[in-house]
C-alpha cells in the first residue's frame, strides 16, 4: 500500500539559510500535517491543510510556511534557518470525514550547522 | 486547551513478560479518539492502537490492547508477551474528531516513555 512520501531524508543547511521540505500524501487522503518533533521531545503540530486550504496552525514560527498544491502535496518552506530549528519533521495524512488516524511519513531530518 | 500526560520517561521489561504504559489526559470534551503511536529507533511514527471515546469496549490488537478509563481520563497500554521488537519510544496521543477539516484532527502528543525489552 502507498505511505506518505517525505523528501529529502536527511537535509543539512547553514544558519541564515533555506530549506523546503516536501510531503506526498497518501492517495484521496485529503488532510495533511506538518509535525516538528526536537531531540527527545515528542511531536509538535506546526500546520495542516484541508483540500488545500489551510486548515489549522500550530506553533509554527512566522519564518516558516507551507502550502498545499493542486496535486494534493504539501511543502514546508523554512527562512533565516537557526540552530534550534535543526529537528525531525514529520508529514501525516489522513481522511478526515472517515475520522481515521494519521499516517505518517518517514520524516525528514534537518541539521542546521 | 487538551493536555496528555505520560508519567513514566522510562520502562524496561523482560522478553515475553508484560508491561503497562500510563497515560493520562485532560480534556472537556466528550467525543475524541486515543491513540497509541511507536517510534523505534528509526525515528517512525507507527500507529499500534486507536481507540474511540464513545466506545466502552477497550481495543486489542494482537498482543496490545488498552485500558480505557474515559470518567478517570486514563488510557493505559498493556503489551503482553514483550518481545525485543517492541523496544522504541511510546506516545500517547488525543485527537479531536474533524469532520469538516476544521481545527481539529492535529494530534496532542505526551512525551512519552521509553521502553525497552531486554533478552
Known amino acids: 500500500a502507498a505511505g506518505v512520501i517525505q523528501s529529502p531524508r536527511h537535509l543539512i543547511k547553514e544558519k541564515r539559510e533555506t530549506a523546503t521540505l516536501k510531503c506526498y500524501p497518501i492517495?484521496?487522503?485529503?488532510?495533511v500535517y506538518w509535525y516538528q518533533q526536537g531531540p527527545g521531545q515528542d511531536p509538535q503540530f506546526l500546520i495542516s491543510?484541508?483540500?488545500?486550504?489551510?486548515?489549522d496552525k500550530g506553533s509554527i514560527p512566522d519564518r516558516f510556511s507551507a502550502q498545499q498544491f493542486s496535486d494534493y502535496h504539501s511543502e514546508l518552506n523554512m527562512s533565516s534557518l537557526e540552530l534550534g530549528d535543526s529537528a525531525l519533521y514529520f508529514c501525516?495524512?489522513?481522511?478526515?470525514?472517515?475520522?481515521?488516524?494519521?499516517?505518517f511519513g518517514q520524516g525528514t531530518r534537518l541539521t542546521v550547522v | 486547551a487538551q493536555t496528555v500526560t505520560q508519567s513514566q520517561p522510562e520502562m524496561s521489561v523482560q522478553e515475553a513478560e508484560t508491561v503497562t504504559l500510563s497515560c493520562t489526559y485532560d480534556?472537556?470534551?466528550?467525543?475524541?479518539?486515543l491513540f497509541w503511536y511507536k517510534q523505534p529507533p528509526s525515528r517512525q511514527m507507527i500507529l499500534v492502537i486507536r481507540?474511540?471515546?464513545?466506545?466502552?469496549q477497550n481495543a486489542t490488537e494482537n498482543r496490545f490492547s488498552v485500558n480505557f478509563q474515559k470518567a478517570a481520563k486514563s488510557f493505559s497500554l498493556k503489551i503482553s508477551d514483550s518481545q525485543l521488537g517492541d523496544t522504541a519510544m511510546y506516545f500517547c496521543?488525543?485527537?479531536?474528531?474533524?469532520?469538516?477539516?476544521?481545527?481539529?484532527?492535529?494530534?496532542?502528543f505526551g512525551k512519552g516513555t521509553k521502553l525497552s525489552v531486554k533478552p
Open positions: 496521543a488525543f485527537m479531536k474528531p474533524d469532520y469538516y477539516g476544521g481545527s481539529q484532527g492535529n494530534l496532542i
Open positions: 481507540q474511540e471515546a464513545y466506545k466502552q
Open positions: 492517495p484521496r487522503h485529503d488532510t
Open positions: 501525516a495524512s489522513r481522511v478526515t470525514r472517515r475520522n481515521t488516524e494519521a499516517f
Open positions: 480534556t472537556s470534551e466528550n467525543n475524541y479518539y
Open positions: 491543510f484541508y483540500e488545500k486550504m489551510q486548515s
